[in-house]
Structure formats: C-alpha cells, structure tokens
C-alpha cells in the first residue's frame, strides 16, 4: 500500500515528502522502529520545517482511507501537538507543571519584534512583566546554529529588560519545586 504514496526524484534518487515518509515510518512502529523512536523522528520533521503537523494530519486522514498500517500511533502524535501551542514534549511538561502547581498560564510561543525589526520567539512568556522562559534540550539546541542563535536571542532579550529563565529536562524532572518557586517569585515581583 505504501507504492500509493507519492514520491519525487532527486539526483535519480527516489524521495518520500515528509508526510508520506511519517506514515511509512508509522507502519513500522513497533516491530522494527520503537515509539519513541518514531515520535523524535516525526518531531524532527517538523522542528526542520520539512512538514507541519496540519499537513501530518491530512496525512493521517488519507493514511486511514487506505488503511495503512501504523497510522494510529501517527494520528495519537499529531492530536497530542494540534491540542496546544506547545513544540515539543518538553514544553509540554513544563507546561503541565505549571498547571499542576496552580500557577498562572504564561503565553505560549511569544514573539517579540526587536528593535531592528526582527522578530524572535520565546517558548512562554508574561509579556506585561517582561520574563520569558526557555526549554533546552541538548538534541535541540547543542548544534552550531542552535546554540549561537539561543545566545544572541537572549543577549538582545535581556538588554530590553527581558528576564529570560532557561530550563531544561532535567531540572523539570528532578527540581520541579524549584522551578515552580521560581516563577512564582518572578510573577510576585
């Protein structure tokens, strides 16, 4: 069923579009390809601009029509992500942990235009305050672009006035008191 799919060629080379590659890789959870496997290599599609999870939906839609295999483990992804502003599974459980913790909700994926015009994006934000939080992750953000990018946002946040807090993984898991204590103590200013 997966010679349904549409290809292209490349250099002689036959290539899958993103959401189609999404439904093959679904078929072969999780036999020969874990879930959480799957769920980073689908992640990463997207996070590359190589495809959106609206697009991954349409994909799911007609991976269903034609009953492809492994197109529940893709529609449980793209539900997860089409239900919120959230980017990653990170940012999800820091979000969360807010909610747990009954404090208030900051906006998600914030953009601030600079004053050159630029426009950057913070993962949550209490804009009246001017405090932004940051969720890093090593896969995500330890590459040469990643990485400069982070520094010279924060930089140019920062001389605007902004408080930019950033956390990572391993803080949410093992000091979620701590970081929750944190943010209370930034919106309490």
């Known amino acids: 069923r997966y010679a349904e799919l549409p290809t292209t060629t490349i250099d002689r080379i036959p290539v899958v579009a993103a959401g189609p590659l999404s439904l093959q890789l679904a078929g072969l959870v999780p036999r020969r390809l874990p879930l959480d496997r799957f769920d980073d290599a689908v992640e990463h599609l997207v996070r590359s601009s190589a495809t959106d999870w609206h697009d991954l939906a349409r994909w799911v839609d007609r991976g269903s029509r034609s009953r492809l295999a492994g197109v529940g483990h893709l529609r449980s992804l793209v539900d997860e992500y089409l239900a919120d502003d959230c980017e990653s599974r990170l940012e999800r459980a820091f979000r969360d942990l807010l909610v747990a913790h009954g404090v208030p909700l900051p906006v998600e994926q914030h953009e601030i235009v600079l004053p050159d015009g630029r426009v950057v994006r913070v993962d949550f ?54 970081l929750v204590a944190q943010v209370r103590r930034e919106l309490d200013r």
């Open 125 to 178: 934000a209490y804009p009246d305050i001017r405090y932004a939080m940051e969720l890093d992750s090593k896969r995500h953000h330890l590459h040469d672009a990643g990485f400069e990018n982070d520094k010279e946002k924060r930089n140019e946040l920062g001389s605007l006035g902004w408080l930019v807090h950033e956390i990572t993984r391993k803080a949410i898991r093992t000091r979620p008191d701590t």
